[in-house]
């Protein structure tokens, strides 16, 4: 059974940081993409930021590029997203999901976690 599950999201003011961790289960970590994905109420999953299986490849959504890093330790099966410079526009639940393509479209990815909320106060 696969299982992912994320760590790390909280309350934090705006400008300050926060660091995302996810653990896979139940998979060969190094044969999935990872994508961290937010969902804010009323809004579509937007794509936040993707890594390859090596991490040779990373992709960022355009609001987070140069706040938000994404980052990968195959040998414990973990994907991190280190947020920083936090807005409130960044408030959301966060998603880690595994794929077989490092893709920006959710509906691409195989597995999900569960998600953990990230509050950003103005």
């Known amino acids: 059974q696969v299982q992912l599950v994320e760590s790390g999201g909280g309350l934090v003011q705006a400008g300050g940081s926060l660091r995302l961790s996810c653990v896979a289960s139940g998979l060969t970590f190094s044969n999935y993409a990872m994508g961290w994905f937010r969902q804010a109420p009323g809004q579509e999953r937007e794509c936040v930021a993707t890594i390859s299986r090596i991490g040779g490849t990373i992709y960022y959504g355009d609001s987070v590029k140069g706040r938000f890093t994404i980052s990968r330790e195959n040998g414990k099966n973990t994907v991190h997203l280190q947020m920083n410079s936090l807005k409130a526009e960044d408030t959301a639940v966060y998603y880690c999901?595994?794929?077989?393509?490092?893709?920006?479209?959710?509906?691409?990815?195989?597995?999900w976690g569960q998600g953990t909320q990230v509050t950003v106060s103005s």
């Open positions: 999901a595994a794929g077989r393509l490092n893709a920006v479209i959710p509906t691409l990815y195989d597995y």
